[in-house]
């Protein structure tokens, strides 16, 4: 069975760093420097060192495991070594609401590009919310040097339980508009009260909404540029 969270094939942006039971792959684009990682797992993970900083070795494999399921941005993926089953796909599909920062996702996702290419897949995800990011539609951290300020526990709807809350969740960054999501979702807030539950959502991404986290068209009156 593969994962499509799991390690694919190297590339010239990723850090792969292969252990007795562990190999993680770590994509510097992806990482919004949530620090899950060094605090999680201090041994393993190396803060503010020169060379290598990424020991696999210094831990269970359940514990690496857990520590890189704890990365939101999915900027570390991992491959058990040992025979064991990778990351388990999520049983539901989720996107949490961060206070002044990125749309935080642990779901079944697929990120497709304008011109209907794949553009990654994956288990856990950070995408810009705040319109600043210079690797949109990923999350760069830019909210932080922009001053964004978004609440994380925007008002609840009133919305039903979804058919099935797992599956297929595909997101179409609109060229200079919103995230368009299709699949079962639960929408929360920082904090984990239901916001809403879809199977079609469109999310601001331009920051400026006033119907955050969803888009309320303003992206078009502000001159929002996606690229
Ligand atoms: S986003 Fe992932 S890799 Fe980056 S600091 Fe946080 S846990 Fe570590
Ligand atoms: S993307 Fe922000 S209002 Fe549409």
Not at 17 to 36: K, L, N, P, Q, Y
Not at 47 to 70: C, F, K, R, T
Not at 171 to 189: H, Y
């Given at each position: ?25 770590f994509?510097?684009?992806?990482c ?10 201090p041994?393993?993970?190396l803060?503010?060192?020169g ?85 949109k ?5 830019s ?10 526990e ?14 297929p ?21 920082g ?16 920051g ?14 502000i ?5």
């Amino acid at each position: 069975m593969s994962y499509p969270n799991a390690p694919q094939e190297a590339s010239p942006d990723v850090e792969e760093v292969r252990g007795r039971d562990v190999t993680f792959r770590f994509e510097a684009r992806r990482c919004i420097h949530s620090r899950h990682c060094v605090l999680g797992q201090p041994g393993v993970f190396l803060a503010n060192v020169g060379g290598p900083w990424i020991h696999p070795d210094a831990a269970s494999a359940e514990n690496l495991a857990l520590v890189a399921q704890a990365c939101p941005s999915g900027a570390i993926t991992y491959e058990r070594n040992d025979g064991a089953p990778g990351e388990p796909v999520p049983a539901v599909n989720v996107l949490r609401v961060r206070e002044n920062g990125p749309l935080a996702f642990d779901a079944d996702l697929r990120v497709i590009r304008p011109d209907g290419s794949v553009d990654a897949e994956h288990f856990r995800a950070t995408l810009c919310r705040c319109g600043a990011s210079k690797n949109k539609p990923w999350c760069d951290h830019s909210h932080a040097d922009v001053g964004f300020a978004a609440t994380g526990e925007p008002a609840s709807k009133e919305s039903q339980p979804l058919a099935a809350r797992n599956g297929p969740l595909t997101v179409l960054p609109q060229k200079d508009g919103s995230l368009q999501v299709e699949g079962n979702l639960e929408v929360c807030s920082g904090t984990g009260r239901t916001i809403d539950r879809v199977e079609k959502t469109w999310l601001c991404r331009c920051g400026h909404s006033q119907n955050k986290p969803f888009c309320d068209g303003t992206h078009k009156k502000i001159g929002f540029k996606s690229d």
